[in-house]
């Protein structure tokens, strides 16, 4: 089993930046990669970056040019670099990590609220 481990959310205004971290540990040697999806009150809940083991992402449309991802692999963390945060921003951000297998392990989620 694979435990992930969010934090960095919180409240900021518009404009504004947030780094999420999720740290993975356990049974590590079976992910190939990692991403944060997000769900807001009443929505489905949606890919917003991802990022293979080789270190290729892939980003949301809605998020290209203001998030970033990003990997230590010897921390075993994925961050998330928020910048120029819209309203519309403001979810629970989940992270998780793809297995070999095709199964996929879910953090605990982190709120991040955008709001003046």
């Known amino acids: 089993q694979v435990q992930l481990v969010e934090s960095g959310g919180g409240l900021v205004q518009p404009g504004g930046s947030l780094r999420l971290s999720c740290a993975a540990s356990g049974s590590i040697f079976s992910i190939n990669g990692m991403g944060w999806y997000r769900q807001a009150p009443g929505k489905q809940r949606e890919l917003v970056a991802a990022i293979s083991w080789g270190g290729r992402t892939t980003y949301a449309d809605f998020v290209k040019g203001r998030f970033t991802i990003s990997r230590d692999n010897a921390k075993n963390t994925v961050y998330l670099q928020m910048n120029s945060l819209k309203f519309e921003d403001t979810a629970v951000y989940f992270c998780?990590?793809?297995?070999?297998?095709?199964?996929?392990?879910w953090g605990q989620g982190t709120q991040v609220t955008v709001s003046s």
């Open positions: 998780s990590a793809q297995h070999n297998g095709g199964s996929t392990s």
